[in-house]
């Protein structure tokens, strides 16, 4: 029996794949599109994500004394064993998600890849080395080295629910910690599949990746359990609850939060292959990407051609839940209400829908966003100044790339976005100069699979890094340690040094230092 059939035969008595503990409670999660239950998951108290956060840390300590090498053959073991059942898992994350099921095999290979590097490449990010002493300690050897921090709890959201929390899962793992993952009530089945396949794939170290399902309570209790650090991924808003509740123990905090990412589309740029990008970065997942396109600004020269290219290519898009499917429906229900809001206001104030729209009536029906494209939204309209997470497009005209720039970063986001053009020394240096953490030129959300490239943030779009170096080491503390190999004739750090060897050390730094002007 597969993992998917395991799931889909849970019982209100088995409360999934998920070990309950003592709680009683139970919920459901179920298919966005159908309103099918996918399972019945237990909604872990704070005594039972104590008694998970406890099995991980003894745990831990095996899972560290592993090693580099060890770890990198178990953690081989696991993408293989997501490799091999990459389908199942995607029709998993298709039932409970919504996505179409090529859309999640896309999500799920680039997991799997960011896993292999993370795995690959944590020796030499973090294992010990040798760094130079300075003049000072020049009788001594210095060396650096970063050490778990024991366990690591994991907020996942829902609309990633397999690359997103791999992100720090993976990275975590690969740093010697032990991980409780705790994802998004919408989706807490793809939470256990990962759970019951790490087991299968690493049984000899089963406990050093586990799950606790449940509502916000389950989340606060994660935060207050006396894990090494939260690694969250959700809204401003709800981030600054986690941040609250963390503060309580002094656990540090990694925030992946949201975006109201920008396209810059200049006069040189690929009017057709701009498009192309946007109407991807807008829509794919039903515009519930938190590094999606939620604002392009084209210049004069290329506006009108931009907007002929966006619509035509809107219109041929088809939200549903069958395998022809453009994109799926709204994952979190209540999410229809602010894409409802934002197009209102925006309309309200002024901005033309020339798709889509609240009143569009070619889509299958509740639970789905027809895909809406505005123009001529005002800049303090709430499409411009708020995450909107739903499958909408504004395209404002500017005079010039300057102007898109300073747009673009008048928001109190800055996640990521990007930029077309047709000359590559423009586009580096306004991509430089982008108030966001990553920025794809000709091209979008490119930097999410490049596994060597830090992601993350600036303002209310959080802080702290996944992937890349950046990544793994933030999973860990850093670790300095000298030691002496020879005595010198006159310690300074004693109190029998010598009453002139603070004058003589003075003279020396005044000459090898106080030339510079």
Request: aromatic share 6%.
């Amino acid at each position: 029996m597969s993992l998917a059939e395991e799931i889909d035969t849970v019982t209100r008595e088995s409360a999934g794949s998920v070990d309950r503990h003592a709680t009683s409670r139970t919920f459901d999660s179920t298919d966005p599109a159908t309103g099918a239950v996918v399972g019945v998951f237990p909604v872990h108290d704070a005594e039972a994500v104590d008694a998970t956060v406890g099995q991980a840390r003894d745990a831990a300590t095996a899972w560290a004394a592993l090693g580099f090498d060890g770890r990198r053959q178990r953690l081989d073991a696991y993408r293989g064993y997501l490799a091999r059942r990459l389908h199942e898992l995607a029709d998993l994350v298709h039932r409970e998600n919504g996505k179409p099921h090529a859309d999640a095999i896309l999500e799920i290979s680039l997991a799997v890849d960011h896993l292999a590097w993370a795995a690959g490449h944590a020796r030499k990010a973090l294992g010990p080395r040798r760094v130079r002493a300075g003049m000072l300690a020049a009788n001594h050897a210095a060396y650096l080295e970063y050490q778990p921090l024991g366990v690591v709890g994991v907020i996942g959201p829902w609309n990633y629910p397999v690359f997103t929390p791999m992100g720090s899962i993976a990275y975590a793992l690969a740093a010697g910690n032990a991980v409780v993952f705790k994802p998004s009530e919408y989706t807490p089945a793809i939470g256990a599949w990962l759970a019951a396949a790490w087991r299968a794939a690493v049984p000899d170290a089963a406990d050093a990746f586990q799950v606790v399902t449940g509502f916000g309570d389950t989340g606060a209790a994660l935060c207050r359990a006396g894990v090494g650090k939260i690694a969250f991924t959700g809204s401003a808003a709800t981030g600054r609850k986690v941040m609250a509740t963390c503060a309580e123990p002094l656990t540090p905090v990694l925030m992946e939060l949201g975006g109201k990412d920008a396209m810059i589309v200049d006069d040189d740029a690929d009017v057709v292959a701009a498009a192309d990008a946007a109407v991807w970065g807008a829509m794919s997942n039903g515009g519930q990407t938190c590094i999606g396109v939620e604002r392009v600004y084209a210049t004069e020269a290329v506006y009108d051609r931009f907007v002929a290219e966006v619509t035509a290519q809107v219109r041929s898009l088809r939200p549903g839940s069958d395998d022809e499917a453009t994109y799926g429906p709204m994952t979190m229900p209540s999410q229809i209400e602010v894409v409802n809001r934002h197009v209102e206001d925006a309309t309200g104030k002024g901005a033309r829908v020339i798709t889509g729209g609240t009143d569009d009536d070619a889509f299958p029906g509740e639970g789905y966003v027809a895909p809406t494209v505005l123009l001529d939204v005002p800049e303090d309209a709430a499409a411009i100044r708020e995450e909107t997470f739903g499958p909408t497009l504004t395209i404002t005209r500017v005079r010039d790339a300057e102007e898109a720039l300073r747009l673009t970063n008048d928001t109190s986001y800055g996640l990521a976005g990007s930029i077309f053009s047709g000359s590559k020394a423009k586009a580096l240096d306004l991509a430089r100069r982008m108030r966001s953490g990553m920025t794809s030129i000709n091209s979008v959300l490119t930097f999410a699979s490049v596994p060597a490239l830090p992601f993350g943030g600036v303002g209310d779009s959080g802080f702290g890094r996944i992937h890349g170096e950046d990544g793994l080491k933030e999973f860990t503390r850093a670790k300095a340690i000298t030691r002496q190999r020879f005595a010198l004739p006159t310690n300074l750090m004693s109190f029998r040094r010598p009453a002139d060897a603070a004058d003589q050390l003075a003279r020396v730094v005044g000459m090898l230092h106080g030339r510079h002007r």
